[in-house]
């Protein structure tokens, strides 16, 4: 099977968590794209979705299916999406759609994190996909210098502005033993919004597509 295939097998598969007349957390991705589209199946039963970026909010508006801000809501059940990579304790590398920041948000907020990806995201340690970080822009030459005295490569990406009006870094050469120290870490430098470690607000359930079918792991 391809990798879209293994994609849209997990994003179809994470449906079956969508409890009727509730609502949903919609991630960012090609994944989520795909159970964006499994969604739209059933969207007269869900009151709707908070969504993490314009981007997806542009895909669930086409298939009109109700969005609500997530400023005005108290309680959320699930979250659904996909990562860059993920390692055996859950935790996970995302940003690589440049959502992070309000991925992580409603990650915190929500009961559940299902997490969604094809089986090439499972690693043992985290760190061979540059680890995304959201910088307030000004903070830029300052955040990458101090990326560097922690052993980093960081790369300015090119062209991207986030929802939030930042720019990104992406740090290559990263082997992260400690994913909830490094994640502590690099929030405490000023101008840093977001890094795309999800380490502290690890995954519950990750859908691995794979070539035999779907893994569940459950955490
Ligand atoms: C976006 C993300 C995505 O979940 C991550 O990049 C995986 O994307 P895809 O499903 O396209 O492989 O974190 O910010």
Request: glycine share 8%; aromatic share 6%; proline share 4%.
């Amino acid at each position: 099977m391809t990798k879209d295939q293994l994609k849209k097998m997990v994003g179809w598969a994470a449906l079956k968590y969508v409890k009727l007349g509730t609502l949903v957390g919609v991630g960012t991705g090609s994944t989520t794209e795909h159970f964006i589209n499994a969604l739209g199946t059933i969207k007269h039963q869900i009151e709707g979705v908070v969504s993490s970026s314009d981007d997806s909010s542009n895909k669930l508006r086409k298939l009109n299916i109700p969005i609500f801000d997530l400023a005005e809501i108290n309680f959320l059940d699930i979250y659904i999406d996909g990562a860059d990579e993920i390692n055996p304790y859950m935790q996970m590398i995302k940003g690589g759609g440049a959502a992070l920041t309000r991925e992580k948000i409603i990650a915190s907020i929500a009961k559940k994190f299902i997490c969604i990806v094809d089986e090439s995201k499972q690693v043992d340690i985290l760190g061979r996909f540059p680890l995304p970080i959201e910088v307030i822009p000004m903070a830029r030459a300052f955040i990458a210098r101090e990326l560097v005295k922690i052993g980093g490569m960081p790369e300015y990406r090119q062209n991207v502005i986030t929802d939030n009006g930042n720019i990104i870094l992406d740090v290559h050469n990263l082997r992260i033993v400690d994913p909830i120290a490094l994640e502590k870490k690099i929030n405490c430098l000023p101008g840093v919004v977001t890094v795309g470690l999800f380490a502290e607000r690890s995954a519950d359930i990750a859908l691995i597509g794979t070539n035999k079918g779907i893994k569940t792991i459950i955490k």
